[in-house]
């Protein structure tokens, strides 16, 4: 079959990850996480001392690190000037970090630019997750999926993944990823949006297995 191009968006806590990654698996194809690309250039920011609400910083520093993501589904990796960054990346810090860096246009230019290079080497093609991929990443992808669930559900979810120090309340986890919510759709260059051409799966009463059952339906439709 052809080389088949999935966006897969939506906010945190929808299953994102964990559905790109299967549906990768058990077609053969790339894996891109395009969230662990604006958490690893945050990561870089931080440790260098930048001042994440400084957008003028940011966006001078943009250019700077150099970032390299590995696309085996069953083995995702992210490296940030050589180092791996896979774990650091997963940090409080980076996450109440990585909506300010997100937001500013010159590192949405330069991580944009990064994904479409990846999509177009993928030989039998890709699934890339975020939340700007069916919009404004890659907008002629074959198949452009929208996840939402319940803010309840998405919380529980995300407090399921947290573990040992990183670990919050139900309450708080649920309003940390409101609040990143609201700045990923409030922000000028392209917000979380559902692209007009993408198919809303809502994984609130769903499993996981029967999400991943059906955005593999929807991609054997497109081959
Ligand atoms: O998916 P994940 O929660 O790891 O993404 C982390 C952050 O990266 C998001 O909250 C958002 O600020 C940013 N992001 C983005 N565009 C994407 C993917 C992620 O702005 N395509």
Redesign the pocket.
């Known amino acids: 079959p052809a080389a088949v191009i999935v966006g897969i ?1 939506g906010p ?1 806590g929808t299953g ?2 964990s559905t790109s990654k299967a549906v990768a698996a058990k077609l053969g194809l790339a894996y891109l ?7 690893a250039i ?1 990561w870089w920011m931080l440790n260098n001392g930048i001042d994440v609400n400084d957008a003028d910083a940011v966006a001078a520093a943009a250019g700077k690190p150099d970032i390299v993501s590995g696309t085996d589904p069953l083995a995702p990796t992210i490296t940030v000037d050589g180092a791996d960054a896979s774990a650091p ?1 997963r940090t409080h810090e980076v ?1 109440s970090a ?2 300010a ?3 500013v246009p010159e590192i ?1 230019t330069r ?1 944009t630019e990064l ?1 479409r290079a990846i999509a177009a080497e993928a030989p039998h093609g890709i699934v890339v ?5 069916g919009t404004t ?1 890659l907008p002629d992808a074959d198949l452009k999926i929208y996840l939402t669930a319940s803010p309840e559900a998405r919380a529980a979810r995300r407090n399921g993944e947290l573990k040992g120090a990183q670990a919050a309340g139900l309450a708080a986890t649920q309003a940390a990823l409101l609040k ?2 609201a ?2 759709s409030g ?1 000028k260059t ?1 917000p ?1 949006a559902k692209a007009g051409d993408a198919v809303e799966v809502d994984t609130t009463e769903l499993t996981l297995d029967q999400v991943i059952e059906c955005v593999v339906t929807l991609v054997e439709e497109k081959r």
Do not use: F, H, N
């Open positions: 968006d945190s994102k990850s996480d395009t969230g662990a690309q604006y958490r945050t990346i996450t990585v909506s860096v997100s937001a949405r991580m994904q997750e975020g939340r700007d991929i990443v990143r919510d700045a990923d922000r392209s979380l």
